[in-house]
């Protein structure tokens, strides 16, 4: 039989697990993991116990091909109202006058934008990847890159000044970019930009040339519901996003746009790209919406980004070059090449897991190493910040970065600092303390 000692009250679905031992030992060790070890991962949170019990619920044995009211199949009485109610929450949480809640993933929202927005080879300008662009914004090992002819924008070079150090959007390059090749689409939105995106130059330049405007906001999310980041919703033509990010909801995405959209936006998702939606995900999302509209959410939001910030300002003591000079998200972007030459973003992840330090390694802009290797960190505070860490556990969390990195090939280092993680880690349970009330009665009330 499975431990159920890890297994904190409010994560309901793993108890139901004694038939296979085996799925349930991997579910408790995942949870232990994820309480034991410092979750960066700046796409990564922690969904309460309401979302998770949503998503392991009975609305996955339902097919619902189509939408509230137009379904292919009987017996969507029960779904057509879970996700309306999602599509609902959803519209008045962004203020969009209409919302699509099916897609599975940011990848095939975005998929689903270009399809409803362009003909294959059309030209579209969004942000370079090895910029901070996502690989949906036309890479070449993307679908996306092959369907449709991306032109790619950048940041500015770094300077030397701190009080402006460059590597932020370049809107002349944009501008220039969008006058010279015309595209029918300008994509704004990042997956490793540590800056706050202004929604207003991009509709300004996307009106200049008669382009349409999508706003990717798969990483801040969850800052713009909290009111942190400007709401990109009624200035961008449609706005994609996760679910799962700073949103803290379940893994999945959504779409938003204007009614005259809306009706392409929905042919494009289904049939176009999906089958049956998850309505179980759909479910969890909707409860994330309303956890999202709480006022405990914003104040969520705002701490998120106070301890990326504390968190941006020990790194830098530890000798870490902060791209672009700092934050105003969630994430921090580190160069390692400063702090250590030798030192490869591979190398970093790789004796930081050993350590029980979560993050994955990042390109940074004009990276001379591969997307594989290379010489950047990509840090985020959503998960831990929901775990209720400040600025004084960041300032810990940079100082045993530093350590770990500096003494990498010292074992007992390792050891001592994993050590040193799993102390903090215990005061900060995601779930609570096994056998306690999850402490994540959040946004609920
Ligand atoms: N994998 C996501 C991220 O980490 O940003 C983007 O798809």
Redesign the pocket.
Known sequence: MPSRAASPEGVPSQGWLESDPEVARLLDEELERQSTTLQL???ENFASPAVLAAAGSVLTNKYSEGYPGRRYYGGNRVIDEVEDLARARAMALFGAEHANVQPHA?ASANLAVYAALLEPGDTVLAMRLDQGG?LTHGSPASITGRLWRFVAYGVTPPTSSSASPGEVIDFDQVDALARAERPKLIVAGS?AYSRQIDPKPFREIADSVGAKFLFDA??PAGLIAGSVHPNPVGIADVVTFTTHKTLRGPRGAAILCGRELAKDIDRAVFPGLQGGPLEHAIAAKAVAFREAAQPAFADYAARVVENARAFANALAEEGFRLVSGGTDNHMVLIDLRPFDAELTGKAAQEALDRAGITCNRNTIPDDPRSPFVTSGLRLGTPAETTAGMGPEQMRTIAALIGRTLRRREDEATLRAVRGEVRELCAAFPPYGRPGARAHLARGTG
């Open positions: 991962i700046a796409s940011g996502h997956t798969a990483h």
